[in-house]
Structures are given as C-alpha cells and as structure tokens.
C-alpha cells in the first residue's frame, strides 16, 4: 500500500503536466510552440536514425570521459593538496581564481590552442569540470577527522591503506558534492563547445535546425538534451548512493539523536 | 635514581615501557609553551596504571608521545627497551572519542578487521581474532551493523574489541569512558578489569576521574598541572577483586580517594 | 632571506601571494621562452596592457555594466521565485511529496538546451540572457529552501502550534530562521551558476555584454583583448564568490544551528 501511494506520488504530477502540454498544444497554431504529438514523431524521426551514431554518441563520449579525465585530475592533485597545510597556502589562491572564470570562456580560448575538434571539446570538458572536483577535494581532505587519522597511524597503516580506507571515503560526501557541480558544468560546456563551433553533435543538430526553422525538430533536440542529463544525473546519483549509503545513514541518525 | 623510579613497580615485574624525562615544548613565533616538564614513569609488565591529573594536565600530550604520534622534544620513551618513534606494533590505542575514532563507512567487524589486514594477517586468523574478540567484550551479534547504528557505550566496546584483536602488549587508554553515562560507565570499566584479568595486557588508564583511577588501577600516577610532571605514583592497595558497590564504599577506598584528592588540589592551586 | 621572514610574518597570506606571483610569472615566461605560441597565449604583461587600453574604451564599461545587470537582475528573480514556491511547497506536506518527482527530473535538464529557444523568441537580447540565467539559478535557490523547510524542528512546530501561532506566526518565526542558512547556501551557489550563464549567453547568442566582447575578440584576433576580458570575467567570479562566501558566514553568524548539510552543494 505505501509502495503504491509513493509510486501515484511519484508520477500523478509528470503525468498531469504532459497531458497538459499534450492537450494545450493540441491543434496550436503557433509557429514557435508546435503540437507535442509533432514533437514525438519528429523525435523518433530525427533521432531514432543514423543521427545517433553520428551525433548523439560522439556527443555523450567526449561528455563521459573528458567528465572522468577532470574526475581522475581532481582527486589525483586534491588529494596530496589537501594533506599538504603549507602547499594549500601557496596554491589555494590561484585556484579559486581559476575556479571562478566561468568555464564557458574557455571555448574561445581553447579554439585558438585546438583547432574546433574532439581535442578541443575534450579540454573544455576537462577543463571547466575539473575545479568543482578539485576544490571539494581538498576541502574533503582537509576536514579528516583528526581521531581518526591517529587511529590510522597508532594501527600502523599503510600509505596505500590510509589512502583507500580513510582518505578517499572520509572526504567521499565532499568529493562526490564536487561531481555533481563539474557534471553540469559539463554538460553545459559539452552544448556549447558544440554550438559555438563544430561539425556534429546534439548542440550543433540543435543549433542546425533552429537556424533552419525546423521547430519540432529543434523541440525534440532540447528534450534529449535534457535526457541526457538526467540520465548523467541519475547515474552519478545511483553511484552516489552506492558508496555514500554509510553517509546518509549517520546523517539520519545524527538527526534522529537531536 | 634506576632503581628509585621502578620502587613502585608492583612485585618487580619486568619493565615493558619506560618513560623518561620526557618533555614537550611549544614553540611558535610568539610564544612558548612547555606542556610536559620531564615526565618520568614505568609500568610492570601485566601492570594495570592508571594517570590521573586535573584537565589541562596534558595528559592527551602525554599519551601522544607515549604512543609515538608525537615526538617529545625531550626524553626518550622506551617499550620492551626499545625507543618509541612511531606508533609501535605491541601498542594498541583506545580514544576518548569514540564516534570519531571508528570508521563511519565500515561495519563494525571491518573496523576491528582492518588494523589485522593492514598487518598483513591472513585471512582465516583475521576470522578467529575478530570473532573472539567481539565475544570478549559482549558484542557477538551486530558484527554487520554500522557503528553510528549502535550506542555510545557499544561504540567504544567496538574500539575496545578493535584494540585487543590486534593483540598489543599494552593498551593505551585516553580517558575511553568521559562521554558515556554513569551506569554504562560502570560496566565498561568492570569489561576493561575482566579483559585485563583474562587476556594478561598490560593497561595504562588515563582519566580525570579520580575515583575511576582507584577503582580500576593497581597503581595510580597523579599529574601536576602544566608543565607536567608526575607528582605521586601510589600503590592500590584494594583487593583484587572488585566490585562496584563493594569496592567503592571501602574504608581504604575513602583513604586513597583523599589523598588523591588532596594531591590534585595541591597541583591545581601550585601552578593553574 | 627577506622572502623567509616574510612569509614568517604574515603565514599563509603571504605565501598565497607568492602562488599568485608564482603563477603570474610562469603564465609570463612561458610564451616568451617559447613554450607556447604568443600568437595564442600572450604573456601575461601584454594582456594587462590591452586591458588598461580596453579600460578607456566606453564599450568596455558599457559591457561590464550590462554582464553585472544581467547577472543582478537576473539572480534576483530567481532569489526571489525559489524562495516563494519553496517556502509554499514546503509548507504543505502533500504539495512536497507531488512535486518531488517533478522538481527531480527537471532540474537535470541544462539550461544551454533552451538556447535554441530563446534564440527564436527573444534574438540576442538581454531577455534571452535572463530567460537562461532564472531557469539555472532557480533550482539551486529551490532546492536548498526545500531542504532547509524540511530541516525545522518538529518541537519547535509543535511549540508554535500549542501557543496558537497561525500560518503565517510560523512561517514568520519558525520556519523562516531554519531556512535561512539553507537559503544563503542556495544564494552562494545560485550566483554562481548565474554568472556562468550570463556569460554563455553573451558567448554563444551574442547578447550584450562582456561575453560578447570575449566572442568579438576572438573573430577579430585580437587575442590579448580576448584574454584582457577573460581576466576581467574571473575578477568578477572571484567577486562574486567572495561577497557570497561573507554574507552566507554573516547570516550562519548569528544562526545557532550550523549544520554539515549546508556545506554540501548541491547543483542541477
């Protein structure tokens, strides 16, 4: 019974407003708010195609991994920055400069060091995630717990076991707060590195056929857009849950003490 | 001077750690601050020692470099004769903090099984010392339960259980029962006597608790405030059973109580 | 010597100017010793002086004011529409579990996919620039009210009602002082993502603004002016940062209940 209340919670709302939409828009005459039953033929009509291969997954790979080389660059570097008291003094100022130019000035930048390809599109991805993942880095590593850091030293832990079984768990609800700002500042940069200059992918499809007044079609490109970053969200929120399900325990708990 | 420390070391047993003179000044570009005045104890092996001292004593100072996370900036600590640099292996800690000194990602028995692993301890062993040791200390059925799922006073049994699985010679105690309740207190202290009984560790018992010191120590050490030192190192003539309505209203219980009492008023007024 | 004493005396200020130097000069040794291409990468001294040249230029102050209003504007409105329905959704259990799912499932959406949109309906004006920077900045403002309504104290509801408050008594003197923590991370957070977006908009649709310099300067090859209004971008962001980080920490201030969750971000 409570699994289907919660389900009816669930859906009733998403449901009513793409009814909504689906009987507000039906028989429009607006040029620029198509009929939503234009909107779905023209989606499975352009996307379910050869635009698929050729514009939607180069699109989510460069999204994925250059996602994953900033993830990989962030905790690699924040990890011994956040041990470092004295190295953290030095650098923190700059990064907080680099962190704060919006990652999309980067695409101009970039254009100039790579031409408008994949390597491009691959460094602004890398580039503007990369801060998010960082920063929270260094913040998580910096607030260990003391106690337990002695813990880890008085049982005489290895650099390699204090790393796996104290250090990257314990600043895990900070690092995985950083994913979450780099993975929509990279989706963003993924749209964008495609519209301002490039030769496939979902942003440049999108731009093509705004430019062309093909409007269902444009409509059908902003609803995979969006997703595909739901579907990046919900991934991250699935891994999230997975390994910080020991987090949002002690929370609940704290909370139930108070 | 040798033979004028280890006088209070019970029936002479064998000397396992030796602290001496053992001093710790703060520096920074301001000030300078001398936290431990040449401190100088041993403990007998199988000794159980508890160090009482008013807070502020710099008693968590003390056991920092007791324990080798601290270099003292004077003295030497000695265990088993040999100089303490590091944390070593027959020492094993439990902290006052017992929320923040267990893995909140990890079940109870991967907390007491990791110390082992990062020993390099094969597995089947691993097994058999986390089982007994939980047994030991009354916690045979939440091996899979997460510590913050459990009480305060079941978290600092884990740390306890966590401490003896590993085996140590000695295990170093920073004031373990300051954040339970009274009752819980109480049974955690008898686990410690009964663990110290059953296992033959020896036990150095640090506390600001002046009744927790007589009741549980076959010696207790009074700290001065700081700079510390250790003012009196007397010897708990109680029987060796304890119990805590029996032992507790003790005519002798009463005596040492005062005298103790007495000893850390004096080092409060002298230098606090 | 002189540097050791230095950093001595004032600790770890100095030794982040000293980054800052450091950094500085290796951003100017690096296209003069050839790394990287000066054709590209201008040093560092170059750009300041296309800056100070940019600075005596109307268009350049007519810019940055157009980029701070957007932002402003912009910011406010989503400010102010977060808190609204947060505070109303909030305040109503079954109005909270309804759009729950919903509030999920759009937030992930970028706001760029709108640029097609806005580019139609609006061209490249400041209104397709608010359009993009409300919808980004909203769901941060949204979100964090929604967690810091969840977050009052079943007691102090309780006491409210027993001594016959109304809505509004509540809302006014309950509800309202949990949140606001919440509300000021959600602040931090969402001015931010706005300024992000204020300048893609420029970028990309080619609104008024500093963006749009960035984009002129680049099609013109004016390389150092391009990087000179880079600069002046990151300036901004570490303004904003800044300014956000000291009114969050005025309010958390006298606020009794700092709690961890604040500190965890949380984006679209």
């Known amino acids: ?258 | 001077m040798i033979e004028d420390r280890n006088a209070a070391t019970a029936q002479g047993r064998p000397t396992l750690l030796d602290v001496d003179a053992v001093k710790m000044v703060y520096s920074s570009a301001h000030r300078t601050v001398e936290a431990l005045g040449g401190v100088r104890f041993t403990v007998g092996d199988g000794e159980f020692v508890c160090i009482v001292g008013p807070s502020g004593a710099g008693k968590t100072t003390l056991l920092k470099c007791i324990s080798g996370l601290l270099r003292p900036t004077g003295g030497t600590v000695r265990l088993e004769g040999t100089e303490v640099k590091a944390p070593p292996q027959a020492m094993a800690l439990v902290f006052q903090d017992y929320a923040r000194s267990l893995f909140p990602w990890m079940t109870v028995e991967a907390n007491v099984e990791l110390p082992l692993k990062q020993a390099g301890m094969a597995r089947r062993q691993r097994r058999d010392l986390i089982s007994s040791a939980l047994a030991d200390v009354g916690l045979t059925d939440v091996g899979s339960a997460y510590p913050w799922q459990l009480s305060g006073g079941m978290q600092q049994r884990v740390a306890i259980a966590r401490a003896i699985a590993y085996r140590p010679r000695i295990l170093v105690m920073d004031e373990p029962f300051a954040a339970v309740d009274a009752q819980t207190r109480a049974d955690l202290e008898d686990l410690v006597r009964d663990l110290w009984h059953k296992l033959g560790v020896t036990v150095l018992f640090v506390t600001h608790d002046i009744d927790e010191a007589i009741y549980l120590g076959e010696r207790v050490l009074a700290l001065s405030a700081s700079p510390t030192v250790v003012m009196d190192d007397i010897a708990i003539d109680l029987p060796d059973a304890r119990d805590q309505i029996g032992t507790r209203s003790l005519s002798r219980f009463g005596e040492l109580r005062k005298e103790l009492y007495g000893q850390i008023q004096r080092a409060r007024h002298t230098s606090g | 010597m002189r540097g050791a004493m230095f950093v001595q005396a004032y600790g770890d200020a100095a030794r982040g100017l000293i980054g800052l130097a450091v950094f500085a000069a290796v951003l100017e040794l690096l296209p003069r010793i050839g790394v990287v291409s000066h054709v590209y990468f201008p040093p560092i001294s170059a750009i300041v002086v296309a800056l100070v040249h940019e600075a005596g230029r109307a268009a350049f102050w007519v810019s940055l004011f157009l980029t701070l209003r957007s932002w402003a504007v912009g910011l406010a409105i989503a400010v102010i529409a977060g808190t609204g329905v947060g505070l109303f959704i909030g305040s109503f259990e079954t109005l909270r579990r309804l759009t729950a799912s919903t509030i999920e499932l759009l937030r992930p959406i970028p706001s760029v996919a709108l640029i097609p949109l806005v580019v139609l309906l609006y061209g490249s004006t400041i209104r397709s620039t608010l359009v993009l920077v409300v919808y980004a900045s909203v769901w941060q403002v949204l979100i964090q009210v929604l967690y810091g309504v969840q977050d009052v104290d079943p007691v102090a509801r309780q006491t409210a009602v027993s001594f016959r408050f109304g809505r509004w008594g509540q809302l006014r003197h309950v509800v309202w002082p949990t949140t606001l923590p919440y509300l000021m991370t959600g602040i931090r957070l969402a001015a931010a993502v706005a300024l992000i977006l204020t300048i893609t908009s420029e970028l990309i649709i080619g609104a008024p603004g500093l963006g749009k310099q960035i984009a002129l300067a680049q099609s013109g090859g004016a390389v150092a002016t391009m990087y000179a209004y880079v600069l002046v971008t990151g300036l901004i962001g570490v303004a904003v940062n800044l300014v956000a980080r000291v009114l969050e920490r005025r309010v958390m201030h006298w606020h009794p209940s700092v709690r961890p969750s604040m500190h965890r971000a949380r984006t679209p």
């Open chain 1, 1 to 258: 019974m409570r699994v289907l209340s919660r389900f009816l919670y669930a859906v009733a709302l998403p449901c009513l407003l793409a009814l909504g939409w689906w009987f507000a828009s039906r028989g429009s005459q607006n040029f620029f708010f198509p009929p939503l039953s234009g909107i779905l033929s023209a989606f499975a009509d352009v996307w379910f195609s050869a635009k698929i291969v050729e514009d939607v997954l180069p699109s989510v790979l460069r999204l994925a991994s250059g996602y994953l080389i900033a993830a990989g660059m962030g905790l690699a570097l924040g990890v011994p920055i956040g041990l470092s008291t004295r190295l953290r003094a030095y650098v923190e100022p700059v990064l907080e400069f680099l962190r704060a130019i919006p990652p999309p000035v980067l695409v101009p930048i970039l254009i100039l060091f790579a031409g408008i390809g994949t390597t491009m599109k691959l460094m602004v991805i890398v580039s503007g995630c990369l801060w998010p993942v960082l920063l929270n880095t260094i913040e998580g590593v910096r607030g260990l717990d003391e106690t337990l850091g002695a813990t880890t030293r008085a049982y005489r832990f290895t650099r390699r076991g204090r790393l796996v079984h104290f250090i990257l768990p314990g600043a895990a609800p900070l690092i995985f707060a950083g994913l979450r700002q780099s993975l929509s500042i990279g989706i963003i940069l993924m749209v964008i590195s495609e519209m301002f200059a490039a030769s496939n992918g979902i942003g440049f499809t999108i731009v093509q056929f705004q430019r062309s007044f093909a409007i269902p079609e444009m409509w059908s490109g902003i609803i995979l857009l969006g997703l595909v970053g739901f579907i990046f969200a919900s991934v991250l929120g699935f891994v999230e849950r997975r390994v910080l399900h020991w987090y949002f325990g002690l929370r609940a708990a704290e909370r139930n003490d108070t």
